[in-house]
């Protein structure tokens, strides 16, 4: 009886051992650790803005900037976009000045009544085109804005929206 008693607590042990040591084997070290846990150490700004149709055009398109002057442009249009092949839409940033610089037409994949969502990498410094990307709101106002704008060919549709920091 004490030998199965001794046993069992030998198997017990073994076992105890043999569980600690992977937990211990298995910890990651610091060096190696998740690169998100590590979010606060990159200095670089990552600039995010966005433009709102809402009225008789219904969109929307987001910009994205994390390294300076490499903007990704995605978004997608609902409604307000009718008779794509006779209209001939054009869909170009503007700066505050008014300014095309960046046109994202070719880009856009439109169908009646809207358009396919879409993405595209376009150089464009996005902290230029809002302001201020250190967060001194006082600065991103005196700089002013760019404008999505979203006009025909024929002259029927001509909407603009504002681009605006992304709180």
Do not use: H
């Not at 992977?22 to 590590?38: C, D, F, G, H, V």
């Not at 149709?53 to 987001?62: A, V």
């Not at 999505?148 to 605006?164: E, N």
Request: hydrophobic share 40%.
């Amino acid at each position: 009886m004490m030998n199965k008693k001794i046993t069992y607590l030998a198997l017990a042990l073994i076992l105890l051992v043999v569980f600690v040591q992977e937990s211990i084997a298995r910890t990651i070290p610091q060096s190696n650790a998740n690169p998100l846990l590590k979010r606060g150490e990159d200095k670089s700004v990552c600039v995010i803005a966005k433009a709102v149709f809402d009225d008789e055009i219904t969109g929307l398109i987001t910009l994205a900037e994390k390294e300076e002057g490499c903007t990704f442009v995605f978004g997608l249009f609902s409604k307000g976009l009718d008779d794509p092949e006779k209209n001939c839409f054009n869909v170009l940033i503007e700066d505050c000045d008014g300014n095309v610089v960046a046109n994202l037409t070719d880009s856009i994949e439109f169908v009646d009544g809207g358009t396919k969502p879409f993405f595209t990498k376009i150089d464009l410094d996005l902290g230029d085109l809002v302001g201020s990307s250190s967060g001194d709101k006082r600065k991103r106002q005196n700089r002013g804005t760019g404008n999505v704008d979203v006009t025909s060919k024929s002259g029927g549709i001509g909407r603009r929206a504002p681009i605006l920091q992304a709180a």
